[in-house]
């Protein structure tokens, strides 16, 4: 049984012109397993994560349902203009890390009365004791916690804000975690670090996580299972290792390629140089314009979805074959 | 100015020595920690020349120090062999559109109430330039018209970032300077830009100094690697040398570190 289930999920402006933003994704989050958003800027990832916790501004439309199911609490949310639903899931079942650690805190308050503040609400507004927040950020891998409690973000380096920014949604006593691009500022020693804290309270907390990220070599070598999105799409949802053996959607073979030459450091053929202009949605496949298969077909209407074996699919007319 | 000796430095930097205790200022992300210890590079015309280390590092400081942000303790900055830190005023705003910064917050760097077409005749009208209309300078960075409209919000982030270096182009700049200029993007994009980028330097005769923490997108741009950590710069090397003999232990670390994530999938 998965913890939590979108299914359809379209987000829309609510203009005369309507845009898309999201069209129609579905994926599941096993407990316990890491799901990895991918997709390029401005593809909707962001998005999905506020659609998850009720954050979109209002000027959006919302459709689609969640399913969030943990133990002895079940909430299907159907209608997404309701406010109050999402108020028991979020910080306490579901939490959310920003890119920019550091701007998502309070600057005016130290890091530690901002646990303190987290772990109240956590825990139905009981006090807390310095204590207990100083041995919470030893549990969560600090080893001054005092420094850290006295602190005020602007005082922490980006590696360690990053850190504290963990600790923080950790507080709330989250289920779910949603990390949305953690490490995108973080050179490759501090990013493995956070990386490796990461998996491990991932273990100590139970926790099941989404990773969002543009860095694809993360995403295979964390996540169990792969939503590539693209332009609002979720053109295929795959378990990593199927992913990684045989995408089926050209758009992830071509990003794997693309990949594969960075990764060997040569600079990759020539791409299509057409930009994707966000939220335009055509009434085809959105990647007609830059596929090596489109026929015409492609270009009429969204393909339909190929289920593999539930709830993993493609969405492609000519999907490719394993090699 | 306009002379191009492959032999002669664009830019010179030597012993640069950068104290925070009074200027946290700049348009860079403020830097608390680290200063800048008496660091020396020289970057040619032609040049991509990349400084890495991680964040905190003192990258940025260098680069607010070549933009007259701020005062460094110590050293000298030369720009075609006149030295910006001590000329006067006057003739330090005659060359300073000549080195164009491009942020590596670009999400802020683009004023959020205007329209992007608002945004582009502004710069060109303080530039005063009439030879080039905005459709051809978002041409020029691969931008169709139909973005004109949009607010920056309404943009993604490689969107913004290409508009954020049209507009660094806009006063004709001999020397630009990059901070993180992909980090923050995902692989097609990045590789979108750096591709851009490598066109650009050729097509406008641009030198670029950059700065950035990711070594495997970095290494197909840049041709001189410069490593730096805690306010010192290391190591210095032609970009394939320093993957393949990399000498200062961090560097080891860092090169290693880079191979075993693009081991996920070769
Ligand atoms: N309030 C809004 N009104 C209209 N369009 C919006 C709004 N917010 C975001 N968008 C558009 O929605 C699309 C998806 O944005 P989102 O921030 O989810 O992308 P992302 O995948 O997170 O990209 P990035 O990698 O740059 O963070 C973009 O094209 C963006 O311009
Ligand atoms: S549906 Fe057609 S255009 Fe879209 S990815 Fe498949 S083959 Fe390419
Ligand atoms: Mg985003």
Redesign the interface.
Known sequence: MPILSIENLSVRTRKFKPASLLEDISFVLNPGETLAV??????GKSTICRAILGILPKSLEIRGCMNYNHSEIEISIGNWDDDRQFTPLRGSEIALIF?DAAGSMNPLRKCGNQIRDIMKTADNHTSITKQSILDFLSQTGFREPDTIYRSYP??L???MAQHVALALALAGQPKILIAD?PT???????K?KYLDRLAIMKKKYDLSLIFIT?????A??LSDSILVLYRGRAVEFRKTADL?TSPKHPYTG???N???S????R??DE?A?N?P????HDSGCPYCQKCSRATALCGKTFPPKTIIEQPYYFCCNYPLEKK | MEQKDKNRPILSVSNLTIDYAFYRVGPFSAQHHAAVENVSFKVYPGDCFAIVGESGCGKTSILNAILGFVRPKNGAIFYNEQNLLTMARREFRLYRPEIQPVFQDFHNALNPRFRIIEILKESLRICSRKDISIEELIAVVGLGTDILNYFPHQLSGGQKQRIVIARALIPKPQLLLLDEPVSSLDITVAVQIIKLLKNLRKKENLTFLLVSHNLPIIRLLANRIAIMKNGHIFEEKPTEDLFETPEHPYTRALVNQALISCQSYQ
């Open positions: 991918i997709g390029e800027s401005g593809a890119q602007h005082q380096s980006g590696g691009e995108s500022s973080l050179d490759a020693i501090s493995q543009h860095n694809l070599n993360d295979l070598s990684k071509d990003l794997l693309l990949l594969r960075v990764n060997q450091s600079m990759p791409m140089e930009f202009v966000g939220g335009n």
